[in-house]
């Protein structure tokens, strides 16, 4: 009768570590939400949309970043370009924060190439790069807070050199 008495109160004690471990691993997880990883209530997330322009010319494909500055917590985003328009909205949006603006854009030449598309070959169209130098890394000018005063609207006009 000991044994089993002593294999129930085992059992208890592991149970109620169990759920100790639980509850104390929940709360790491609330207060990192509410604090640190930017999990505001009074700020949820933001889908960040708009044009891109590079002169006075739409972008016809790439893409754009968002890659956060120092002070906020939040991974990169990043958003296809198609026809001068973009869309960022991973994960339900962008969290609130400040953000560098990198883009990728791209002119469709004219001419096909061919590409390997897993196994198989395909031809699409041949793009080059027309984004000034000064606006494709870690030294952009394009610096926004988010969430934007336009509900989301963020227009990029990149001027040609």
């Known amino acids: 009768m000991a044994d089993t008495n002593e294999f129930r109160d085992r059992e208890v004690r592991q149970i109620v570590c169990s759920q100790a471990i639980y509850c104390l691993t929940l709360h790491v997880v609330i207060l990192t939400c509410t604090g640190a990883a930017g999990c505001n209530k009074s700020q949820p997330p933001q889908i ?27 991974p990169l985003y990043r958003g296809r370009i198609v026809e001068g328009q973009y869309r960022v909205d991973d994960r ?8 560098r603006v990198q883009l990728e854009a791209l002119k469709k030449t004219g001419r096909k190439t061919t590409t390997a598309i897993g196994a198989e070959r395909a031809e699409v169209d041949e793009t080059i790069s027309i984004t000034p130098l000064a606006y494709r890394g870690e030294d952009s000018p394009l610096v926004v807070e988010v969430p934007t005063p336009l509900d989301g609207r963020y227009d990029i006009a990149v001027p040609v050199p």
């Open 48 to 74: 960040v949309f708009g044009t891109v322009t590079v002169g006075k010319d739409p972008v016809q494909v790439g893409r754009v970043f968002f890659v956060p500055v120092e002070g906020t917590e939040a």
């Open 92 to 99: 339900r949006g962008i969290l609130p924060g400040r953000y």
